[in-house]
Nanobody
Framework: QVMLEESGGGLVQPGGSLRLSCAASGTIFSIRTMGWYRQAPGKQRELVADITSAGSTNYADSVKGRFTISRDNAKNTMYLQMNSLKPEDTAVYYC????????????????WGQGTQVTVSS
């Protein structure tokens, strides 16, 4: 079993900052990609940012220059530093990982966290 524990969400004023964390635990051999997605009310879930095991990153255009994704491979933990937050960043943020549980010959599987609410409002 694999569990993803997210933390760091909350209420912040426009222009403020938050740092999200996602820790993966359980039977894990190797994590390939980790990513943050978000879903606002009435909208589809969208990719915010992701990062490979080698550290290559990818960002949605709407967050470039404001958000920074990082990971600690030794701790199977990923972070999202969110600066200059805007009301349109309000959403539930989900952690996602793509990983192998039982060696290099094992299949890759996706896992999702429960989500953490981020609300940007004055």
């Amino acid at each position: 079993q694999v569990m993803l524990e997210e933390s760091g969400g909350g209420l912040v004023q426009p222009g403020g900052s938050l740092r999200l964390s996602c820790a993966a635990s359980g039977t894990i051999f190797s994590i390939r990609t980790m990513g943050w997605y978000r879903q606002a009310p009435g909208k589809q879930r969208e990719l915010v940012a992701d990062i490979t095991s080698a550290g290559s990153t990818n960002y949605a255009d709407s967050v470039k220059g404001r958000f920074t994704i990082s990971r600690d491979n030794a701790k199977n933990t990923m972070y999202l530093q969110m600066n200059s937050l805007k009301p349109e960043d309000t959403a539930v943020y989900y952690c996602n990982t793509n990983l192998r549980r039982y060696g290099w010959s094992g299949s890759l599987s996706d896992y999702w966290g429960q989500g953490t609410q981020v609300t940007v409002s004055s």
